[in-house]
């Protein structure tokens, strides 16, 4: 006798969904608040070209975590946040002088790049 077995067929262009790609926006909030802290306490705002390297680091692992090209400057926007209040302008005040935007546009370019690399990590092993 003959057996039925229902196999998921895949949609052209459907991503795998996982459990972090679906939290990365906590993820990057929590990250980001941890590591502010964390460079904060040690020293990191006398040093911000280090916390600025630092931030661009969690905000690309964060972002090459998510499996929807829209989070990656969301995930940015929330790490520069961190990094502009608690770093660069201390007390959780935020500004716009050029500091703060570099530290921005660095946050953002690191985003796309670990979103993008994952991106097509994930499309080459498929």
Known sequence: MASV???RVARRGSRPRTLIG???LP???AS?????AALA???GRGHLWFS????AVLTAGVAAQTTRMVWAPAVAVVCWLFFDGF?????GELAWRSTDRAGLVVLLVAALVGAVAA???RRRNQ
Do not use: K, S
Not at 32 to 36: G, I, K, T, W
Not at 52 to 55: H, I, K, S, W, Y
Not at 87 to 91: A, C, G, I, K, P
């Open 5 to 7: 077995h229902w196999v």
């Open 22 to 24: 679906d939290l990365v």
């Open 27 to 29: 993820v990057g909030y």
């Open 32 to 36: 980001a608040a941890v590591l502010a």
């Open 41 to 43: 306490l040690g020293g």
């Open 52 to 55: 600025t390297a630092v931030f």
């Open 87 to 91: 770093l660069v302008n201390r007390q």
């Open 119 to 121: 991106a097509l990590d």
